[in-house]
Structure formats: structure tokens, C-alpha cells
């Protein structure tokens, strides 16, 4: 069993989560697997975490942005800081360096526009 282990929902409906495979160093972890049959658009990303005594650590998310939006610039894919005012963490974050955030139990939400493809950290 992975520890911490974390649950992805968009817009309040669970897509699971992305399972570690060989070779995952300890950090860069696929989250979430992209999610075809939801269309491009304003969505909500929720990750819960639990731990049962490692951390959790963040320090960026990963993902498509819709054409239009003003995160995109043409870009295929936009990086999220954890500084960034569009992140809602819940109860339990603190800051590890001025580059990461860890959390042994928390939340933390992400509205975007864009295509729900793989968030990565």
C-alpha cells in the first residue's frame, strides 16, 4: 500500500487517482489520470491526501489550458506554483522551503479552465 495515498475529483466526481509505477523518483507523480469524456471548460480539481505518517508534498500541478484562457498564452500545458492565488488549501498545510508545501492529511482545490487531462506534481 502507497503512503500518502490521495483521491482526485473534478468538479465533485471522483477519477481515482494515478498509481505509482516503477521508477517514480519522490517527486513529479502523475495524480491524476486525464478524464476524456470531460469537455474542455471551468472545472474544479480537489485532491484529498491521507497519510499514515509520511507527508504529502507540493510544490506544482501540471495541466492543459483551454485555448482561451489567460493561464495558456498558446501553451500546451500550464504550471501551477504553490504560491499561486488560484490554489485553496485547506487545514493542515505548512511550508516546508520557500519551494514546497507538506501535509500528513489535508485538501487542496484548483478551479481552471481547460481540458482534464494528467495533473502532475
Do not use: R
Amino acid at each position: 500500500m502507497w503512503d500518502p495515498k490521495w483521491e482526485c475529483f473534478i468538479d465533485g466526481v471522483s477519477i481515482g487517482y494515478a498509481p505509482l509505477g516503477v521508477g517514480y523518483g519522490l517527486n513529479h507523480w502523475k495524480l491524476c489520470e486525464g478524464q476524456p469524456n470531460i469537455a474542455d471548460g471551468h472545472h474544479t480539481l480537489t485532491l484529498n491526501m491521507t497519510t499514515m505518517g509520511n507527508t504529502f508534498w507540493f510544490d506544482q500541478l501540471l495541466f492543459t489550458p483551454s485555448p482561451d484562457n489567460v493561464y495558456g498564452n498558446g501553451t500546451n500545458v500550464v504550471k501551477i506554483g504553490l504560491d499561486d492565488p488560484a490554489i485553496e488549501y485547506g487545514y493542515g498545510w505548512k511550508p516546508w522551503s520557500s519551494d514546497v508545501n507538506i501535509t500528513a492529511t489535508s485538501q487542496l482545490k484548483l478551479n481552471f479552465t481547460g481540458l482534464c487531462h494528467d495533473f502532475l506534481n
